[in-house]
């Protein structure tokens, strides 16, 4: 048998694998089309014709809507700028609980602190990695608002039990779809079945403009009140008649020309670039699952994976190593991709559980779990979501070698690396 690559050996491979860059020339001829114009942004924070943006805005705005089947489509400047306006759409408040996911991006978690409110993570679902129902009910309180969805990955979670429980105590649910661009649940675009979803668009997701973000709603409350929140509220809520005029003061979240020019030429090529995850991740299950100790993906009935990035789930009482040792002689099979040359395409884990982080094991804030009108107790300690910190800290193996550009060869260098590591597992006991 061949020496692992890191015993000394021989890599699979040691050319870097292909960059992610969907950007071509439809999006340059877009971008010199703004430029020539002269017109890099057309908004006015003021009630005038121009709140809402200028036409490249409206157009991106329009097809976002009409491609997800949204009343409403709202462009910000990141998917953070669109949770943080989520949120306050929702008339969160100090002293309210929001239901949040401890796996994610921090943004997801923090968006509720933005506005004082306090919090609350519920454990993870083992298969899908979204929020578990059964751990939603139990978070509950009677200062509980809203419950933040995560679709992680690019999976969607089991929406139909989590908007049964919102229904059961009148919360809003907040979608995060940062990774889950045109994931589907049971026909419906996620984003959509919730009041309010969120996209991004920031560089090294599915589709980009650099950073920018998309939100949609259904409500026109709620609608009304995201443009106020993106874009100086203050000065708009009295000309405009708007009488709630909580939560809509100060922001400046508003995408420019060039990025919604950018956004449009990339949202006709989105269907197929997910496609192309859809197949390389299909083969990269089959062919990875063959070994014993891991588990691919495991996808809801009805719904629709987009792979943000592929997620499996070691075994070490199988292996008879631990995940992260054969992660680490993967690693030393194959580089990593141009433009990514210090970041493996493959990790252990995600990001620690986000209740672990500094800001809540020290409640860093003079608000929010701080604040005098928070009458409740939440809990960060370790030990408050097992579920995730299993996945974390034992079992969960993510990789991005199903992005468009791979080729047949590239996969096959995947896959060939996971079994030489297979095959000489025991010189790693």
């Known amino acids: 048998m061949a020496i692992l690559a890191i015993k000394g050996g021989t890599p699979i491979r040691t050319k ?20 020539d114009s002269g017109n890099l942004s057309q908004f006015l924070g003021a009630w005038h014709k121009d709140f809402y943006g200028g036409p490249t805005i409206q157009k991106f ?46 943004a997801s978690a923090v968006a509720p602190i933005i506005y004082g409110a306090v919090p609350v993570f519920a454990d993870v679902d083992y298969d899908n990695f979204g929020l578990n129902p059964e751990s939603i009910e139990k978070s509950i309180t009677p200062r509980t608002r809203a419950i933040l969805v995560v679709h992680i990955f690019g ?5 139909d039990e989590i908007m049964a429980i919102a ?8 979608e995060d779809c940062a990774q889950a661009p045109m994931a589907t649940y049971k026909r419906k675009y996620v984003g959509t079945i919730g009041d309010i979803g969120i996209f991004s668009l920031n560089y090294h997701k599915h589709i980009h403009t650099g950073e920018g973000g998309v939100i949609v709603t259904n409500n026109d409350n ?28 100060g922001y400046n979240f508003r995408m420019t020309e060039i990025e919604a020019a950018i956004g449009i030429e990339q949202l006709k090529k989105l269907p197929n670039l997910i496609e192309e995850r859809l197949k390389n991740a299909v083969y990269l299950s089959k062919e990875i699952a063959k070994l014993p100790y891991f588990i691919p993906p495991v996808v809801e009935q009805e719904s629709k994976h987009v ?123």
């Open 16 to 35: 870097l694998f292909p960059a992610y860059n969907n950007i071509g020339k439809e999006e340059k001829r877009a971008v010199m089309k703004v430029l």
């Open 61 to 106: 705005e329009k097809d976002w809507a009409k491609i997800f089947l949204s009343k409403y489509a709202i462009t910000v400047n990141s998917n953070t700028s669109g949770l943080f306006t989520a949120i306050g759409a929702c008339g969160i408040k100090p002293g309210d609980e929001v239901i949040v996911s401890p796996y994610s991006m921090s």
């Open 155 to 159: 999976n969607p979670a089991r929406m």
């Open 167 to 174: 229904k059961k105590h009148n919360l809003y649910v907040i």
């Open 222 to 249: 709620l609608a009304e009140r995201c443009y106020l929140i993106r874009n100086h509220g203050e000065n708009i809520v009295e000309p405009k008649g708007v009488k709630d005029a909580i939560n809509t003061y």
């Open 307 to 429: 792979y943000y990035q592929q997620a499996f789930k070691f075994k070490k009482d199988i292996a008879g190593i631990d995940r992260n040792t054969f992660i680490n002689a993967v690693k030393a099979e194959i580089p990593s991709a141009i433009l990514r040359e210090d970041t493996p395409l493959i990790g252990a884990g995600y990001v620690k559980p986000l209740y672990l982080q500094p800001l809540y094991q020290k409640r860093a804030l003079h608000c929010s779990f701080n604040c005098e009108k928070y009458k409740g107790h939440v809990d960060y300690s370790k030990g408050i979501c097992p579920i995730v910190e299993k996945l974390h800290f034992e079992e969960l193996i993510t990789l991005e070698y199903m992005r468009p550009g791979m080729s047949k060869v590239d996969l096959n260098d995947v896959i060939a690396a996971f079994y030489k590591v297979a095959q000489n597992i025991n010189e790693l006991k």
